[in-house]
């Protein structure tokens, strides 16, 4: 019975095809514009870790000034200062830990006639790459007994190991940055999480780093941060030394906390820490330690703009426009055929077969109009890139993967149906005789 409706489907569409394309356009680009934003939200809200988001927490205590907040209302700032990070680490109270700040050193690739260039780096601790579930292509991360004994041990990305070793396996040579000498243990497989949630502080949307070594060593051979540092008093005399004595924010703390019961420990641990604190002149604000793990943390963070959210209300509402013009050529269409239904309504047709008959008709139209939406969504997004393509991170915001592709035929086959109602209703109340009489 379906494919019998579907042929009367078709030759419905074939019968007034002009007035089918209107519909399939108007439902198309409805579909597209609203795809469009909707696709870069999606991407711009997505869990980049969903596997373990809910385990991560980043970890925030209140060491600023008596005197306000960091952020209003009473948040509390958002990196922490060297003493707080090296202590908190060193207590090792979670299941894994990781304080990390970016810097950057010059790569001086072995050759003569090769020439130096600058990469960004992350000074991390050895738990980096098990917590956030950082694949690798060859090698591994370093041993924790590398951050303790000051170990020159890298890992690089995949990409910097094509551009230096041709993409073969670098494991165990020596790469020099800035005029050191470091051990490669590691070469990383693609990774891009979207968003670079594990720094929010730089760019939420930029690539990792090309480079990965420990926070000891960096903080060792005085590597500067590359990142924010945020201070709410002066730092005084006594140069690097003073900067890590002081209470000035710029480093990133993580905590793989397993359960509630976990992470209500390691925030009785926070409190206590900074209860000691206190004793001796620091923390002059009241107690106000905060757990956020990678969603809330995002949230906090607006990783997606308040433009975009205007722009889908902005881009529902045209598509509610595109619908409203169906829904009155679908009644034009319903209209001209007046008679035909009449006729069929007379010879024994049901309610319910001619309501199944129109409903089928708008899915198919809606099924067209959704693959038209497909193509104007790919256009849209193209032309975002091209509006925006100063910015490096724009690229990973204009990709449409499968599931918008889905989302964009359901939404077009589903607006078509709800188009499809108060015409369908009305084909469906014709009635015959007043019809027949007219011939």
């Known amino acids: 019975m379906f494919r019998y409706y579907l042929r009367l489907g078709v030759l419905s569409i074939k019968a007034n095809p002009a007035l089918s394309a209107l519909m399939v356009a108007a439902i198309g680009v409805g ?16 869990n980049p870790i969903p596997e373990k ?4 927490h980043y970890v925030r205590v209140d060491n600023w000034s008596p ?6 209302p009473n948040e509390p ?28 050193r010059v790569v001086e690739p072995a050759g003569e006639d090769s020439k130096a260039f600058q990469r960004q780096t992350r000074a991390t601790t050895a738990d980096f790459f098990a917590m956030f579930n950082v694949p690798f292509k060859y090698g591994s991360g370093w041993e924790k007994l590398s951050d303790d004994t000051l170990e020159r041990v890298v890992v690089i990305n995949d990409s910097l190991n094509e551009q230096l070793f041709g993409g073969e396996n670098s494991v165990g040579k020596m790469l020099t940055l800035t005029s050191e000498s470091y051990r490669i243990v590691g070469v990383l497989d693609e990774w891009s999480p979207v968003p670079l949630f594990y720094d929010l502080n730089n760019n939420e949307y930029g690539d990792p780093e090309s480079i990965y070594l420990p926070f000891s060593v960096a903080i060792e051979g005085e590597h500067g941060s590359f990142g924010n540092t945020n201070c709410w008093k002066p730092v005084g005399d006594g140069g690097v030394e003073a900067f890590r004595n002081s209470e000035c924010i710029w480093i990133q703390m993580w905590a793989e906390l397993n359960s509630q019961a976990e992470r209500e420990s ?4 926070l409190d206590a820490y900074v209860e000691e604190q206190k004793t001796i002149g620091r923390f002059p604000r009241p107690m106000n330690n905060r757990l956020d793990n990678v969603e809330a943390w995002m949230d906090y963070n607006e990783v997606v703009d308040e433009d975009v959210g205007v722009l889908l209300g902005l881009a529902i509402l045209f598509l509610i426009v595109c619908l409203l013009n169906t829904i009155g050529l679908l009644l034009a269409k319903v209209m001209r055929r007046a008679k ?13 077969t001619l309501f199944t008959q129109y409903v ?16 104007m969504t790919w256009l849209g997004l193209r032309g975002i890139e091209n509006l925006f393509g100063a910015f490096d991170f724009i690229q990973k915001l204009v990709r449409m993967d499968w599931v918008m592709v889905l989302a964009a ?10 188009a499809a109602l108060y015409p369908t209703w009305r084909a469906c109340n014709v009635t015959p005789a007043s019809q027949l009489r007219i011939q």
Do not use: W
Not at 67 to 72: P, R
Not at 266 to 269: G, M, N, P, S, V
Not at 360 to 375: D, K, Q, R, S
């Open 31 to 46: 579909i597209g514009a609203c795809m469009t934003i909707v696709t870069i939200q999606y991407i711009m809200s997505g």
């Open 53 to 56: 988001s809910d385990q991560l």
């Open 67 to 72: 005197n306000e907040a960091y952020d209003e």
């Open 77 to 104: 700032p958002e990196q922490l200062t060297y003493l707080d990070a090296t202590a908190l680490h060193a207590a090792g109270r979670a299941t894994r830990q990781v304080i990390s700040f970016a810097s950057s």
């Open 266 to 269: 390691y925030l009785q641990f």
């Open 340 to 352: 035909d239904i009449s006729l069929r309504r007379a010879l024994g047709a049901s309610k319910t």
């Open 360 to 375: 089928v008709e708008a899915g198919m139209i809606g099924l067209a109009g959704g693959l038209l939406g497909i193509g």
């Open 409 to 418: 035929v359901l939404l077009a086959i589903v607006s078509a149906l709800a």
